[in-house]
């Protein structure tokens, strides 16, 4: 714990010293709502619901994506291997998974905010919803932070970034966008428990996946 203490501190101080990458992400989510009320909003008094909840997760992906490939073409080769005679492997990708994790929660809490106040809010079940962001983001930045972490000890890492990412992240995406339309139309909380064991599921899958794997890829 003390180890994954030290590591988080790490992360925090590092993107605070790099506030401008944090500023962009907030930029990016900011702007691409405001083109998307340009293009949809001013044309029609109402968004059909469906296009607000697909409009909404493209943002959120995208964000992710932007966000999390960063998590290891940041870190020098040098620092990198100061990282591995200081801690393991198993404390490095967790503390990322959890720094990143925390990241796009307060990322998609704070871009959906932004989009219900200009695109207006159709969600029948705010709660539902609110709980399907924040399991949506800790599965994407475990899924994706692992993906980075494969991708930095390639030399074109952001396309093989792009490649890995994509068939790893449908199965997720096409859960978080159930159980998104259940709490969209307002539907009764048991009809999404299915929806929600799966994603749990799904997180805790890639997570374990994270700490048996990834040792033998920082040896490399």
Known sequence: MQELRTLIGKEITLEWR????????????????????LSFRLKSNQLNPL?????????????AV?????????????????????????????????????????????????YAFVMGNPVGDIPMYLLTIVLAGIGFASTLTMV????????????LMSILSFPAIIPLLLMVMKLAKNALDGLDRSVSGEEI???????????????????YLWKS
Not at 18 to 37: D, E, H, K, P, W
Not at 148 to 159: F, L, P, R, V
Not at 197 to 215: H, K, M, Q, T
């Open 148 to 159: 980075a972490g494969i991708a930095s000890k390639a030399e074109n890492n952001a396309a």
């Open 66 to 114: 932007s966000a999390i490939s960063k998590s290891f073409t940041q870190e020098r080769a040098g620092r990198l291997l100061y990282y591995y005679t200081l801690a393991s492997p198993r404390g490095i990708i967790l503390s990322k998974i959890l720094y990143n994790s925390g990241l796009m929660i307060v990322l998609s809490l704070a871009g959906f905010g932004f």
């Open 18 to 37: 790099q506030r401008y990458a944090l500023n962009g992400m907030l930029l990016y989510i900011v702007s691409t709502v405001f083109v998307c009320y």
């Open 51 to 63: 296009t607000w909840n697909t409009l909404f997760w493209i943002i959120v992906l995208f964000t």
């Open 197 to 215: 064991v799966v994603l749990l599921a799904l997180d805790a899958i890639v997570i374990s996946l994270s700490l048996i794997l990834f040792p």
